[in-house]
Nanobody
Framework: QIHLVESGGGVVQPGGSLRLSCTVSGNISSRYSSAWYRQAPDKQRELVAAIPFVGNPNFPDDVKGRFTISRDHAKNTVYLQMNSLKPEDTALYYC?????????WGQGTQVTVSS
């Protein structure tokens, strides 16, 4: 079994910052690709950041320059640093891992950007 647990969500004012964490546990080595997705009410789930096991991270245009993704292999944790947050960033944020041909998801952590 492989488990992903997100943390770090909350309520923040526009222009503020949050750092999300995703701890990966279970029968998994460090050789997996990981990503963060989000889903706002009445919208489809969308990618916000991805980092392959080897290679550079990539981001969609609407978060590029504001979000960064990183991994701590020793802690098996993936981070999403979000700066200059906007109300349209409000969503449920999910951690994703792709390992041995399978997709794994966390339960999500809510991010609300509001004044």
């Amino acid at each position: 079994q492989i488990h992903l647990v997100e943390s770090g969500g909350g309520v923040v004012q526009p222009g503020g910052s949050l750092r999300l964490s995703c701890t990966v546990s279970g029968n998994i080595s460090s050789r997996y690709s990981s990503a963060w997705y989000r889903q706002a009410p009445d919208k489809q789930r969308e990618l916000v950041a991805a980092i392959p096991f080897v290679g550079n991270p990539n981001f969609p245009d609407d978060v590029k320059g504001r979000f960064t993704i990183s991994r701590d292999h020793a802690k098996n944790t993936v981070y999403l640093q979000m700066n200059s947050l906007k109300p349209e960033d409000t969503a449920l944020y999910y951690c994703h891992a792709f390992y041995m041909g399978l997709d794994y998801w966390g339960q999500g952590t809510q991010v609300t950007v509001s004044s």
